[in-house]
Nanobody, 121 residues
Framework: QVQLVESGGGLVQAGGSLRLSCAAS????MGWFRQAPGKEREFVAA????????YYADSVKGRVTISRDNGKNTVYLQMNSLKPEDTAVYYC??????????????????WGQGTQVTVSS
């Protein structure tokens, strides 16, 4: 059974930074999504653990960096210059099969339990 274990959420002031972590083994492609209250879950970023190629949503580009440490089987989401509109539950996602898409929920097979990020103004 594949498990994705997230950590690193919390409360931060606007302009601050947070780093989320997601531990998972033997999964080649991983991503982060977020869901704000009353809104649909949306893509944030993704990374190929083999090539290191990264993908970002336009709304976070320049403020967010996704990276991986294959030795620790962990993917990170470094978020800087946080805004109140970044407040959401952040979900780690992963897949074990090759797919063309990277930003749709259907592009992923496994999900973490979510971690709350709250940005105060």
């Amino acid at each position: 059974q594949v498990q994705l274990v997230e950590s690193g959420g919390g409360l931060v002031q606007a302009g601050g930074s947070l780093r989320l972590s997601c531990a998972a083994s033997e999964l080649t492609f991983m991503g982060w999504f977020r869901q704000a209250p009353g809104k649909e879950r949306e893509f944030v970023a993704a990374i190929s653990r083999i090539s290191g190629r990264t993908y970002y949503a336009d709304s976070v580009k320049g403020r967010v960096t996704i990276s991986r440490d294959n030795g620790k089987n962990t993917v990170y989401l470094q978020m800087n210059s946080l805004k109140p509109e970044d407040t959401a539950v952040y979900y780690c996602a992963a897949r074990s099969r090759v797919r063309l898409g990277v930003s749709g929920q259907d592009d992923y097979d496994y999900w973490g339990q979510g971690t709350q990020v709250t940005v105060s103004s």
